[in-house]
């Protein structure tokens, strides 16, 4: 474990419907996914990617924040279209 490895890149994830799904996803030549997180609609969370953490995956409506600017991810079951 490097002490001195400091994370910068946040996201933020606002869940635009109940059960989106958080998974994250380990470094490293085999990745594993190392943790799970579930929000409801409204629900927030900030996330860091860190010497553990390279990818995140994100499974259901929501709004993602990060300093590239705001992507929208839709719901599996919407279509393609948001909200139904």
Same mark, same amino acid.
Do not use: S
């Given at each position: 474990m490097n002490e001195n490895y400091m994370g910068e890149d946040y996201i933020v994830v606002k869940a635009q419907e109940n059960g989106v799904t958080l998974i994250g996803l380990t470094? /490293?030549?085999?990745?594993?996914?190392?943790?799970?997180?579930?929000?409801?609609? /409204?629900e927030v969370m900030i996330l860091q990617f860190t010497e553990h953490t390279s990818a995140m995956k994100i499974r259901g409506h929501a709004e993602i924040y990060t300093r590239y600017g705001i992507v929208k991810s839709e719901s599996p079951s919407s279509g393609g279209k948001p909200g139904k």
């Open positions: 470094r /490293g030549r085999d990745t594993k996914f190392h943790h799970t997180e579930k929000l409801d609609q /409204g």
